[in-house]
């Protein structure tokens, strides 16, 4: 701010040197609200990515109009094989998955308590998982896998659909966080936590910070429990970009292990959209898309140090995350999807101006 | 798969849009795409409520005052063509139209509109000139509690005494623009529009 209103006034005559007010002040507020209004920063995080070229899937089609003959051929050629080939394969593959998940985690649940329970489990988990990421023609790329999160610490990721868990769970076991839901998802959450603990908390508890935080404490100080799966942001961002991260799981203490998920958005759109499709018509999106590219960065462990509160550490481990994956590192709340923003980020930016202008007046004054 | 929004657009409309407001056809298509994302009721227009939607917006000091500027007199909704125009205002001076003989008027982008747009800023009664009291309402938006009532007195009475050639306390257009006319306004209000 300061070196764009300073250089709108070396052309304006003033007779107090720095400080003061100038009517070409508003000119900066001015045209950084009109820039704001055209493109910003952060509605565009709610959408899916634009792309630079088309991938032949109609859904990506905005901006790109009619082009050639040929072009459309080959497009509806790839409806065929997406509808009518792939699709049917992949809803098979993928009601094959759930159901053994289900099946499968209950029969363990059965068992008691041992060492083969928990290598029933894990197998059980990963074999399933790796037959849904199959339903989704998913490709994943796992680096740095020496980095892999460990018992008894915090995986924390970014976020863009729940098809992150499946994503994470191909080449690992983790405890899942979440709340409690109906329908399906309930019916599956019911059943896997039967086989290895997982943390769900009841709608009326998440308030209750203290209580989620004291939960999680517990969960990670047993040393034979999975890694909690945690998701900071709160909410899916369209991997471009990284929003804040909420400090609750930064306080909670123990290691945390950072992992960035890029998805290549050439073959299909990742992001889930919850304001313009529900889960169902999500997922048919994605079992006909081309397929799910995505490459999966296991980045090196990290504690909170001495002298960082958690806002810090957390947005260390974000910084981290972003220039690992390749994304936009953004300090704004992915909350505001849906709320306003807070009132005392506007007070900061007037109060920044307020430390321009009042420079040589205060000094006069005194 | 949704609607796509540059079809809701017509080509005569791109066309009018384009003689009013300079734009090239790509940048009108892309701006239409944003004016629709914005547009949450999709009702054809926006609201002031859909601008405040843009956070980096809503904490701009004087987000009001540019919001307010998009809406005419009186009104709640604005369309794709007022939208349009509004923004024409930022399009950048090209070279050769500087020159131009204009016989169909001043283009909206010309060196005076942007100066009667910032102009607007602080007129709040539109009444063509920015009093006393207007120009302390305007500071006190951009300086939230941090300045003092005696001090933003004393800032507003300067910049008056400064501008003021006429000795109505007032600042009117002409003052305003002569106090500003070493200063760069086809640079500092213009904006980089894609394509």
Redesign the interface.
């Known amino acids: 701010m300061q070196e764009e209103i300073g250089e709108l006034r070396r052309s304006h005559p003033k007779n107090l040197a720095g400080g003061d007010f100038t009517l070409c002040d508003a000119f900066y507020f001015c045209k950084k609200g009109i820039e704001n209004i055209v493109e910003d920063q952060v509605t565009q995080r709610f959408t899916s990515e634009e792309l630079a070229s088309w991938n032949l899937l109609t859904r990506t089609n905005n901006n790109f109009c009619y082009i050639s003959l040929r072009l459309t051929i080959i497009w509806g050629l790839g409806v065929f094989i997406r509808y009518c080939i792939l699709l049917p394969l992949r809803i098979t593959l993928a009601v094959i998955g759930l159901s053994w998940l289900v099946i499968g985690t209950i029969l363990v649940g059965l068992l008691p308590s041992s060492n083969v329970k928990n290598w029933l489990s894990d197998l059980v988990h990963i074999t399933c998982y790796r037959i849904c990421a199959r339903g989704l023609s998913a490709t994943i790329r796992y680096h740095n896998k020496e980095n892999r999160p460990k018992k008894g610490g915090i995986c924390v990721a970014n976020h863009t659909s729940p098809i992150d868990i499946v994503i994470l769970a191909n080449d690992g076991c983790y405890a899942m966080v979440g709340q409690v839901h109906g329908g399906l998802m309930g019916v599956l959450q019911r059943s896997i936590v039967r086989s290895c603990p997982h943390v769900w908390f009841e709608r009326s508890e998440m308030k209750d910070r203290h209580a989620v935080a004291k939960r999680l404490k517990d969960h990670i100080a047993d040393k034979t429990k999975l890694p909690i799966l945690i998701f900071p942001e709160g909410t899916c961002i369209n991997n471009t970009s990284v929003m804040m991260f909420k400090k609750g799981s930064f306080e909670i203490g123990g290691t945390i292990y950072p992992v960035a998920i890029k998805y290549d958005p050439q073959f299909g759109d990742a992001f889930w959209n919850s304001a313009k499709y529900n889960m169902v018509s999500y997922l048919l999106r994605m079992m006909t898309s081309w397929a799910i590219v995505c490459n999966v960065w296991y980045l090196p462990p990290m504690t909170r140090q001495d002298g960082e509160d958690a806002v810090q550490f957390a947005n260390r481990v974000k910084s981290a995350i972003a220039h690992q994956g390749g994304l936009v590192d953004l300090s704004w709340d992915g909350g505001l999807k849906r709320e306003k923003v807070k009132e005392s980020l506007k007070e900061e930016q007037q109060k920044m101006y307020s430390s321009m202008i009042i420079g040589s007046d205060f000094n006069e004054d005194i | 798969?949704?609607s796509?929004?540059?079809s809701l657009l017509r080509e005569e409309d791109i066309e009018e849009i384009k003689k009013e407001t300079g734009f090239s056809h790509s940048q009108i298509?892309?701006?239409y795409?944003?004016f629709h994302?914005?547009d949450k009721g999709e009702n054809g227009a926006l609201s002031r409520e859909d601008?405040?939607?843009?956070?980096?917006?809503?904490?701009?000091?004087?987000?009001d005052r540019?919001i307010n500027a998009f809406f005419p007199e009186g009104e709640d909704q604005v369309n794709f063509r007022g939208f349009m125009r509004t923004?024409a205002h930022?399009r950048p001076v090209e070279d050769n139209e500087k020159n131009k003989d204009l016989t169909s008027g001043e283009p909206l982008n010309s060196r005076t509109n942007k100066l009667h747009?910032?102009f607007q800023?602080?007129d709040l009664d539109r009444d063509d000139k920015i009093s006393r009291d207007e120009l302390l309402q305007?500071?006190r938006m951009?300086?939230?509690?941090?300045?003092s009532d005696e001090?933003l007195g004393?800032?507003a009475d300067?910049?008056i005494q400064e501008?003021d050639t006429n000795g109505d306390m007032c600042?009117s257009f002409s003052e305003?623009t002569k106090?500003?006319e070493?200063?760069?306004?086809e640079q500092?209000?213009?904006?980089r529009?894609l394509h």
């Open positions: 798969m949704g796509r929004a540059s298509t892309r701006l795409s944003r994302s914005l601008f405040q939607r843009i956070p980096e917006l809503a904490i701009n000091p004087l987000g540019i923004l930022f747009f910032a800023l602080y305007v500071l951009m300086v939230g509690v941090n300045i001090q004393s800032i300067r910049t501008a600042i305003f106090v500003l070493k200063v760069d306004v500092k209000m213009s904006i529009f």
